[in-house]
Nanobody, 121 residues
Framework: QVQLVESGGGSVQAGGSLRLSCAAY????????MGWFRQAPGKEREGVAA???????TYADSVKGRFTISKDNAKNTLYLQMNSLKPEDTGMYYC???????????????WGQGTQVTVSS
């Protein structure tokens, strides 16, 4: 049974930072692509960052230079460090995983339940 569990969301003021975590259970973590997505109310889910099996990362233009995706293979955990947060970063953030390197496309097979991030101005 594959399970992805996100944590670390919360409410911060603009300019602040948060670090999201995604713990992967029952999953061949090392050989796959993982990503972070977000969805604001009334908007489509969008890819934020992704990291593939060799550690190469991809970012949405809107977060480049502010967000960093990383993974700890020993802990089977994916992270998203978010700095210089803006109100437009507000949304539900989801972790995703798949054998296929979907990168920022929302076609992943496995999804977590999400963690809410709220940035106030």
């Amino acid at each position: 049974q594959v399970q992805l569990v996100e944590s670390g969301g919360g409410s911060v003021q603009a300019g602040g930072s948060l670090r999201l975590s995604c713990a992967a259970y029952g999953y061949a973590y090392l050989s796959n692509c993982m990503g972070w997505f977000r969805q604001a109310p009334g908007k489509e889910r969008e890819g934020v960052a992704a990291i593939d099996s060799d550690g190469s990362s991809t970012y949405a233009d809107s977060v480049k230079g502010r967000f960093t995706i990383s993974k700890d293979n020993a802990k089977n955990t994916l992270y998203l460090q978010m700095n210089s947060l803006k109100p437009e970063d507000t949304g539900m953030y989801y972790c995703a995983a798949d054998q296929v390197a979907w990168l920022l496309l929302p076609e992943y097979h496995y999804w977590g339940q999400g963690t809410q991030v709220t940035v106030s101005s």
